[in-house]
């Protein structure tokens, strides 16, 4: 096992806060006395069926204190989706039926284990604790907080304000989240900053229970490839754990320079030692930004693929965007251009490009061909047109950005 001060080290790097600090020094000098690892947590609700890499953030620490010999706790919270976690949100989160949450938990748990070591990861659904409960049981873990103890979360008190409603059941989460620490007897808890009332809500309650109290390690919210808001579908900035690897390469490859450091810490297994060097290389100039974010790809599409389909994603952007070639892969979708077609015989090309996955809206397919940003064969569609005949489409590479192609059938 590595000295107390390399892990310490190791567990610092990247992270927000660490909550107290003096306790996990204690904590990890106890383990190495004893051979008896800590129990590290990670609770997650799986409110959605698909992973981005500033979910996966939280995952990379984990599997950093599984490298330190650390036992990992990971927590499916398939009883507390149903509650909806009340963290960062100004209303309150529509409820997900059981099978929509036994399905997202699956895809979960497999993106996870491209992370984690499996035979040190414990994996636990907080139903186990949660359903079993009484009103009894019930009533005496909500006697160990306040009122205004659980008011004091920013999103809480903000809505109070705002005078919008906060349903009861929300004022249920962040004990029931702290209960989890309970049941498993965690020793260390990780979450986002966003998290921080609900990991303290956890140490708060083991100490009411005479249990030795968790602590809290907070990491920074990824910041997505515009290099402004916060990784997020939401947003349309985020680089998807199931993205091909070819997309993966154009997403990481538009970054801004100066996140390059935060995703080598945060979202790479490159060693700490190697990260401070390149760190110091960009922070001195004697690094060449570029090919520095192009081993960022790499290192990263390596983690959800494999280092050949890397390379492979490299040459394939090569081919695109310097070679100015089209990739060789393009898929294919077959169209029924009779039922496409309106009642003047066009194809409305904003409503096909998002049948096919190319926009999210009509609005945005119309930004993006008046902005020159949609091609047809390599020819740009002209501003405002919207409607075209099907033989200016059929058997077309229809081109969406930079890197979106789909060969029209």
Known sequence: ????????????????????????????????????????????????????????????????FQDCGHTVVLIIGDFTALIGDPSGRSATRPPLTQE?????????????????????????????WLSPLGFADLLKITSKFTVAR????????????EQKPISLHELLYPMAQAYDSVAIQSDVEIGG??????????????????????IALTLPLLVGTDGVQ???????????LTDAAADMFG?????????????????????????????????????????????????????????AEAVEAEAAFDRVFKERAMPTDIPEATID?????????????????????????????RRLIDGGGVKIEGAAVAAKSYELDPADLQE???QVGKRKFIKLG
């Open 1 to 64: 096992m590595l000295s107390i001060d390399e892990q310490l080290e190791i567990i610092q790097s990247g992270t927000e806060q660490i909550v107290p600090f003096a306790d996990l020094r204690t904590k990890l000098e106890r383990a190495g006395k004893t051979g008896t690892p800590l129990r590290i947590k990670l609770g997650v609700d799986p409110t959605a069926p698909d992973l981005h890499l500033g979910h996966a953030v939280p995952l990379r620490k984990l599997r950093q």
């Open 100 to 128: 929509e949450i036994n399905a997202n938990a699956e895809t979960y748990i497999e993106q996870a284990f491209k992370i984690l070591d499996p035979e040190k990861t414990e994996l636990r659904k907080n139903s186990e």
């Open 150 to 161: 659980i008011i004091e979360r920013d999103d809480f008190d903000k809505r109070l304000k």
């Open 193 to 214: 900053t966003d998290q921080l009332f609900n990991l303290l809500a956890g140490r708060e309650l083991m100490e009411k229970s005479d249990h030795e109290p968790q």
């Open 230 to 240: 916060k990784m997020s579908k939401s947003f349309g900035n985020y680089v998807g």
């Open 251 to 307: 997403k990481i490859m538009s970054i801004p320079d100066e996140l390059m450091s935060s995703y080598f810490r945060l979202a790479t297994a490159v060693p700490l030692t190697e990260v401070k060097e390149i760190e110091a290389a960009l922070a001195d100039g004697s690094a060449h930004p570029g090919k520095l974010k192009r081993r960022l790809a790499r290192e990263i599409i390596s983690i959800y693929h494999s280092e």
């Open 337 to 365: 251009w009779d039922t496409t077609v309106n009642d003047d015989g066009k194809i409305f090309l904003p409503a096909l490009m998002v049948q096919l996955s190319l926009a999210n809206s009509s609005g945005e397919a």
């Open 396 to 398: 077309k590479v229809l």
